[in-house]
């Protein structure tokens, strides 16, 4: 009973947080500067990683179900079966768990070292809502940069399986058979769910970030367990989450 006021207790404070951010909203314009430097550290810096991952995804992914489909004739419809898990599955979980670990990670250390030190009260005994600075920016760039680093993820994965296709000797299929059957079967509503999924993991993974990092009590040492609080809570959710988004757009 205890563990379950603990965890009823934090979604509450999660959803008040988010609530006192949301009223600072209308001075969002008065922060380009803030916004735009949160795009950057969460979507720029990001993005060569995202690329890299996942590539070769969807080269694993092609690579693996090559060898399966080859040997019941039905080579022809890799591009589909790698197109649609990349879309509305993989390539939003990869993203969402890249972002937890490199952009989440770093969101907690930062506030959490500032609760610490005493900044955040610093900046509440000065009538500055830590929220309208600390909190509010990152939101709205999380939800700039996540469907875009997302889609990117989507078109590296759809092509990592067509050069594995195209290049295995065994697979052998060619680029445009590959992408005549992604084709076929690909709707723009996949794509779309795939994004909103990225929406929801993303914007999670920072309020949670943000809210472990606020309320870090103690010295120096609990910085680290804040971070690590952040980053397994985040990964918790994503999973969850899934499960749960997934058969809502379904």
């Known amino acids: 009973m205890k563990q379950l006021n ?3 207790g934090h979604i509450g404070g999660t959803l008040l947080l988010l609530v006192r951010s949301l009223k600072h909203l209308p001075t969002l314009p008065r922060q380009w500067g803030r916004f735009i430097e949160q795009c950057y550290l969460i979507g720029y810096t990001s993005l060569p990683i995202v690329t890299i ?3 070769f995804i969807g080269s694993v992914l092609a690579l693996q179900s090559g060898y399966s489909m080859e040997n019941f004739g039905a080579k022809q419809f890799i591009g589909t079966l790698v197109g649609l898990s990349v879309v509305r599955e993989l390539g939003p979980v990869m993203v969402a768990i890249l972002i937890a670990g490199r952009v989440g990670s770093a969101i907690a250390a930062e506030l959490a070292s500032m609760k610490v030190y005493q900044e955040v009260d610093a900046l509440v005994t000065m009538n500055i809502p830590p929220e ?3 909190v509010l920016p ?3 760039a999380i939800l700039v940069m996540m469907p875009a680093l997302t889609l990117i993820g989507i ?5 990592g399986g067509a050069i594995v296709c195209q290049y ?3 697979i052998s299929l060619d680029s445009e058979a590959y992408f005549a059957a992604l084709k076929a079967y690909m709707k723009t509503g996949d794509v779309i769910d795939g994004l909103l999924k990225a929406e929801v993991f993303g914007f999670v993974i920072v309020l949670v970030c943000c809210y472990i990092g606020l309320n870090t009590r103690g010295g120096p040492r609990e910085i680290g367990a804040s971070v690590t609080k952040a980053v397994v809570s985040s990964l918790i959710l994503i999973l969850v989450l899934d499960y749960f988004v997934t058969k809502a757009l379904l």
Not at 155 to 159: D, H, I, P, R
């Open 155 to 159: 078109v590296c994965g759809w092509y």
């Open 132 to 134: 309208r600075i600390l």
């Open 138 to 140: 990152r939101l709205a």
């Open 53 to 55: 991952l996942t590539f």
């Open 6 to 8: 603990l965890i009823l």
């Open 168 to 170: 295995t000797h065994i």
